[in-house]
């Protein structure tokens, strides 16, 4: 695996790669991101991972600061999975200037669910990934699940914009007891590991209610948000929406998906199940 850390020097070992499939990061690798890795490798002739932590999708007081960076670690478990090249631009590399040119996505996908608790947070997602297009100009590219509105903002904008990129989706990979792997799951104590499976175990029943024919949603929301805070959990959110476009479904809608957000002690976890 060939490490670059300027874009001068990825554009100049990319020139005749072939068909190329970015896997953009922000580091310390879990076993999601390494799923998304081996699945690039299906689809291209060269794997190209990227790694910066993105100071344009937090907002102020979030954990920024303290993100954790684990560059060596991190190339160790790329290469070992494939990865051809490995783009670690530092925050001067990719933002000589301040970057007042952004993307801007609409207000009816940007501002809901995670875009209503963290403001911006879309804008800052898609203008550091149309960057990454800009520098790696891949043909393909995967984005987790997990993130599932971020990755319906970023298919929106390919197409919207025609950018000749293949935007694939990665299933959300999970540890044995049903916990999403998340690289925030690092913050939790012991005694909040243990509790934070239950997120999973509460959208379950929501889907499972849903297939059965319930068809009071909001009900299923609030009753959702209850069982949390009755085991200790802050809720933003726990919302029923279209796949398509995750806005709200009307009792003839297919095609859905729960959606959470939750803190956990400090720790903020999000979450989803297609229905």
Same mark, same amino acid.
């Given at each position: 695996?060939?490490?670059?850390?300027?874009?001068?020097?990825?554009?100049?070992?990319?020139?005749?790669?072939?068909?190329?499939?970015?896997?953009?990061?922000?580091?310390?690798?879990?076993?999601?991101?390494?799923?998304?890795?081996?699945?690039?490798?299906?689809?291209?002739?060269?794997?190209?991972?990227?790694?910066?932590?993105?100071?344009?999708?937090?907002?102020?007081?979030?954990?920024?600061?303290?993100?954790?960076?684990?560059?060596?670690?991190?190339?160790?478990?790329?290469?070992?999975?494939?990865?051809?090249?490995?783009?670690?631009?530092?925050?001067?590399?990719?933002?000589?200037?301040?970057?007042?040119?952004?993307?801007?996505?609409?207000?009816?996908?940007?501002?809901?669910?995670?875009?209503?608790?963290?403001?911006?947070?879309?804008?800052?997602? =898609?203008?550091?990934?149309?960057?990454?297009?800009?520098?790696?100009?891949?043909?393909? +590219? *995967?984005?987790? #699940?997990? !993130?599932? /509105?971020?990755?319906?903002?970023?298919?929106?904008?390919?197409?919207?914009?025609?950018?000749?990129?293949?935007?694939?989706?990665?299933?959300?990979?999970?540890?044995?007891?049903?916990?999403?792997?998340?690289?925030?799951?690092?913050?939790?104590?012991?005694?909040?590991?243990?509790?934070?499976?239950?997120?999973?175990?509460?959208?379950?029943?929501?889907?499972?209610?849903?297939?059965?024919?319930?068809?009071?949603?909001?009900?299923?929301?609030?009753? =959702?948000?209850?069982?949390?805070?009755?085991?200790?959990?802050?809720?933003?959110?726990? +919302? *029923?929406?279209? #796949?398509? !476009?995750? /806005?709200?479904?009307?009792?003839?809608?297919?095609?859905?998906?729960?959606?959470?957000?939750?803190?956990?002690?400090?720790?903020?976890?999000?979450?989803?199940?297609?229905?």
């Amino acid at each position: 695996m060939l490490i670059h850390h300027t874009i001068a020097e990825t554009r100049a070992a990319l020139a005749n790669a072939g068909r190329i499939v970015l896997v953009p990061t922000m580091g310390n690798l879990h076993d999601g991101h390494i799923a998304l890795v081996r699945q690039a490798r299906k689809h291209g002739d060269c794997v190209v991972a990227s790694i910066f932590v993105n100071r344009l999708q937090f907002r102020p007081g979030e954990d920024f600061e303290k993100y954790p960076r684990t560059l060596e670690a991190d190339c160790e478990r790329l290469r070992t999975a494939g990865v051809n090249h490995l783009f670690a631009p530092d925050e001067n590399e990719l933002y000589p200037v301040p970057q007042r040119y952004v993307i801007e996505p609409p207000p009816e996908h940007a501002n809901i669910l995670e875009g209503e608790f963290r403001p911006g947070h879309f804008r800052g997602v =898609a203008t550091v990934v149309m960057k990454l297009f800009s520098v790696v100009q891949p043909q393909a +590219a *995967l984005f987790g #699940k997990k !993130d599932y /509105q971020q990755f319906m903002v970023l298919s929106d904008m390919v197409r919207e914009f025609g950018v000749p990129i293949e935007v694939i989706p990665g299933e959300t990979i999970r540890a044995d007891d049903g916990l999403a792997l998340s690289s925030r799951n690092g913050y939790l104590s012991e005694q909040e590991r243990a509790e934070a499976p239950n997120l999973f175990r509460v959208l379950s029943n929501v889907v499972d209610a849903v297939r059965k024919g319930n068809k009071d949603y909001y009900a299923l929301e609030q009753g =959702a948000v209850s069982e949390l805070q009755a085991r200790g959990w802050t809720p933003d959110y726990v +919302a *029923l929406r279209k #796949k398509v !476009d995750l /806005q709200l479904p009307s009792a003839h809608d297919s095609g859905l998906v729960v959606l959470a957000a939750a803190r956990l002690g400090s720790t903020r976890l999000i979450d989803n199940l297609e229905v």
